[in-house]
């Protein structure tokens, strides 16, 4: 069965250095997504990509974060300069044909836990 | 924002009996909803869903019910195994408004043999 795949699976950063969070979606799905549960909080939404643009994003990601698709198969997160309180597992979801007009199932990889120090 | 609340925190059920998980929504405009289930270090793994055009869905040992005017939905294990322990996320989203999905805190299940 098709799966989102994460790497790595646990980055321990240093604040203020930048650091990359890659994805490879499920191959025939148009829609990306990254999402972060900071320890004992909610999963929060924090972008949507589709057809190489950010389609939609929360007050969350700010200026410091950026997404990518740099090919056929990855979808990047990067944070440019990291902050204590970006500590928190990221994840990265992909589906379809998008939520906005569908009632489409967003599957979700195993995530990257991010440690900053 | 609390938009998506699962006021149970835990739930524990005898293996072979009923689990009952619960979730309650503020937004009207939410119109399609999902059940994820999650094991540690792993990512959400999607359950089960339903449209807000119908009351009931169901998927093996899995149904999940929604009750529109009381903007509450339901996930009922019938019967419930030690495999089913999880946590269990309520989310829902706004077809037509956004692209995602908006989460509950969860409810970690634990079925006892």
């Known amino acids: 069965e098709p799966e989102v795949t994460q790497t790595p699976s646990h980055q321990v950063t240093q604040m203020g250095q930048e650091v990359i969070l890659r994805c490879v979606p499920i191959?025939?799905?148009?829609?990306f997504y990254w999402y972060r549960q900071i320890l004992g909080q909610k999963v929060e939404f924090l972008v949507s990509?589709?057809?190489?643009?950010?389609?939609?994003k929360s007050e969350i990601f700010d200026d410091q974060f950026s997404v990518e698709r740099p090919d056929g198969s990855n979808f990047t997160l990067k944070i440019r300069s990291t902050k204590l309180e970006d500590s928190a597992m990221y994840f990265c979801?992909?589906?379809?044909?998008?939520?906005?007009?569908?009632?489409?199932?967003?599957?979700f990889g195993p995530g990257t836990r991010l440690t900053v120090l | 924002d609390q938009q998506v609340k699962q006021n149970s925190p835990s739930l524990s059920v005898q293996e072979g009996r009923i689990s009952i998980l619960n979730c309650d929504y503020t937004?009207?405009?939410?119109?399609?909803f999902l059940w994820y289930k999650k094991y540690p270090a792993e990512g959400p793994t999607f359950l089960i869903s339903?449209?807000?055009?119908?009351d009931k869905n169901e998927d093996g040992r899995f149904t999940v019910f929604l009750n529109k005017s009381a903007k509450h939905l339901s996930l009922h294990i019938v019967p419930s195994q030690p495999g089913d322990s999880a946590v269990y996320f309520c989310?829902?989203?706004?077809?037509?408004?956004?692209?995602?999905?908006?989460f509950g805190k969860g409810t970690k299940l634990t079925v006892n043999p």
């Open positions: 990509f589709y057809n190489n643009e950010i389609s939609e």
């Open positions: 191959s025939n799905h148009l829609y």
């Open positions: 979801a992909s589906s379809e044909v998008g939520q906005r007009f569908s009632t489409d199932t967003q599957y």
């Open positions: 989310a829902a989203s706004e077809k037509g408004g956004s692209e995602k999905l908006v």
């Open positions: 339903i449209s807000s055009i119908k």
């Open positions: 937004n009207s405009m939410f119109d399609y």
